[in-house]
C-alpha cells in the first residue's frame, strides 16, 4: 500500500517500483549465498549421520543458519541434546535485541508482527536498517526476508537430497561473502553516525578479544556493552527517564502513513 | 531420534519467543524513545561484532589470511562505494583466488 503523503524530509525518495528492482538486486546476491550455506548445511546434516527430516524440520521451525550449524555440530560430535539446544539458544539470543529494533519496520498488523518476527535474521535486519525511510525499511525487511526464508529451506532440501556434491563450500569463498555483505549494508550509518561509530568500534574489539575465552555466541553479546560509548543527546536529562516523568508522545512522526 | 526432536523444537521455541520480544512489547509496552535508539544502535552494534568475529575467526582461533583478505577487499570497494554485487563478488572472488592459490 503505498502512502498517499510525500514526505517533505526525504526529497529524493526513488520511485517505489524503481526501488523495489533495487531491493531484489541486492537481496537476490544474499538470497544465492545463502541457499549455498543452506546446501551445504543439509549436505553436512546428512553425511555426518542424521535422518533427512531433521536438518528440513530444523531449517524450517528454527531458521537461523548459524545456530543450527552449532546444534547439528554438538549433536554430531556427541556432545547431547541438553548441549545443542542450549550452543544454539546462546547464538540466537542476539535475535532478541534485533527484534526490537525493526519491531517498528514489520508492520502493525498482528499477521505482520508473528510472521515478521519469524524472519528476524542478521541478515533481514542489515538490509531493513541500511535503508533510509520507514516505507522502504519496511520493504526491504520484508523481500528480503521471504525470499531468504525460501531460498534457505529449498537449498537445505537440496543439500540433504544431494548429499555431499558440492564438496567444501569455503573453495568457493562465501565464508568472506557473508561480512562483506554487512560491511556494505552498515557502512553508511557508521558514516553518517560517529556515536554509533565509536560503539560499533569498542563492541567489535570487546568480541574479537574474548573470542577465544568464552563460548559462541558470547562474544557478540558482549559487543553490546560499547552502547556505553552511546550519550544521550545533549536535550534531557542524563540517565533513563523515570516513569513520572512528562513522558513525550513517543510514537514516530510516520506513525499515521502506516496502515 | 526423540531426543533430536527435542532439540529441535526447544531450540525452535526459543528462538522465536527471542524473536517475539520486539513485536511483542511494541504493541503493548510504551517503549522510551531514548530505548528504541539504544536498540537500533544496538543492532548496528550487534552487526559490526557480527562482520569482525566473522571475518577473523573460525571456532575460536584465527580463520586463516584468505577469508580476511576476502572480506577486506569486499571492504574497501564497500568504501569506494562500489555497487553491491560488486562488493559481495570482489570478496568471495578474493578469498576463492587465494584459496585457489595455496593461502589457507
Known sequence: ?259 | MNATVVVILALAVGTYAFRLVGPVLHGRVEIPARVQELASAGAVVLLVALLATGALTEGGGFAGWARPAGVLVGGLLAWKRAPFVVVVVGAAATAALLRLAGVA
Not at chain 1, 40 to 68: E, I, T
Not at chain 1, 184 to 202: H, K, Y
Not at chain 1, 228 to 238: I, T
Open chain 1, 1 to 259: 500500500m503505498r502512502s498517499p503523503k510525500r514526505t517533505p524530509s526525504t526529497p529524493q525518495t526513488p520511485s517505489a517500483r524503481s526501488g523495489d528492482r533495487s531491493l531484489l538486486r541486492d537481496s537476490s546476491l544474499v538470497w544465492l549465498a545463502s541457499g549455498i550455506v543452506g546446501v551445504s548445511f543439509g549436505a553436512v546434516s546428512v553425511a555426518g549421520g542424521l535422518p533427512l527430516w531433521v536438518p528440513v524440520l530444523m531449517s524450517v521451525v528454527v531458521y537461523a543458519g548459524s545456530a543450527q550449524f552449532s546444534a547439528v555440530g554438538v549433536l554430531l560430535a556427541g556432545g547431547g541434546p541438553l548441549a545443542a539446544a542450549a550452543t544454539g539458544l546462546l547464538l540466537n539470543t542476539r535475535t532478541a535485541a534485533f527484534s526490537l529494533a525493526v519491531a517498528e519496520i514489520l508492520g502493525t498488523s498482528r499477521a505482520a508482527r508473528f510472521l515478521g518476527a519469524h524472519l528476524v535474521t542478521d541478515e533481514t535486519v542489515a538490509f531493513a536498517l541500511a535503508q533510509s525511510d520507514p516505507v522502504r525499511q519496511r520493504r526491504a525487511f520484508w523481500i528480503s526476508g521471504l525470499g531468504l526464508f525460501a531460498v534457505w529451506n529449498t537449498g537445505v532440501l537440496a543439500g540433504a537430497l544431494a548429499g555431499g556434491a558440492l564438496g567444501d563450500t569455503a573453495r568457493y569463498g562465501l565464508d568472506a561473502a557473508f561480512p562483506a555483505v554487512l560491511i556494505a549494508l552498515v557502512l553508511p550509518t557508521l558514516r553518517a553516525d560517529a556515536a554509533v561509530r565509536r560503539c560499533a568500534l569498542l563492541g567489535a574489539a570487546l568480541a574479537l578479544a574474548v573470542t577465544p575465552a568464552v563460548p559462541a555466541g558470547v562474544p557478540v553479546l558482549l559487543a553490546l556493552a560499547g552502547l556505553v560509548l552511546h550519550r544521550k543527546p545533549a536535550a534531557g536529562p542524563e540517565g533513563p527517564a523515570g516513569p513520572a516523568g512528562p513522558a513525550g508522545p513517543a510514537g514516530p512522526a510516520h506513525e499515521e502513513a502506516a496502515v
